[in-house]
Nanobody, 128 residues
Framework: QVQIVESGGGSVQAGGSLRLSCAASGVTYTINCMGWFRQAPGKEREPVAYIYTRGEGTYPGYDDSVEGRFTISRDNVGNTLYLQMNSLRPEDTAMYYC???????????????????WGQGTQVTVSS
């Protein structure tokens, strides 16, 4: 059974940094489409970033709200995903979810319906 577990959330002041991690277990192949999403209280879930692995290359994509501040990366040996978050803002406060699209993907994006396996989330709180 595939499990996704996020870690690394916490509380920081505006301008600070956090690094989120996501470990997918129970999979014997490289998941080539993984992403991060977030949901703030009273708001809908929104995309943050995705990363597509094809051959030797990895291809990230970001939502405009985090472009230039957040960096998504992965461990190419295992199915571990990271999100380096710099210059954090109070509006980044949310529960952050890691998601994976199991099976071989021929594309990847921040469309939530592409993903079929989700973690439980890790809370990020940014104070002003």
């Amino acid at each position: 059974q595939v499990q996704i577990v996020e870690s690394g959330g916490g509380s920081v002041q505006a301008g600070g940094s956090l690094r989120l991690s996501c470990a997918a277990s129970g999979v014997t192949y490289t998941i080539n489409c993984m992403g991060w999403f977030r949901q703030a209280p009273g708001k809908e879930r929104e995309p943050v970033a995705y990363i597509y692995t094809r051959g030797e290359g990895t291809y990230p994509g970001y939502d405009d709200s985090v472009e230039g501040r957040f960096t998504i990366s992965r461990d190419n040996v295992g199915n571990t995903l990271y999100l380096q978050m710099n210059s954090l803002r109070p509006e980044d406060t949310a529960m952050y979810y890691c998601a994976a699209r199991l099976g071989l993907s021929t594309s990847c994006s921040t469309i939530a319906t592409m993903y079929n396996t989700w973690g439980q989330g890790t809370q990020v709180t940014v104070s002003s």
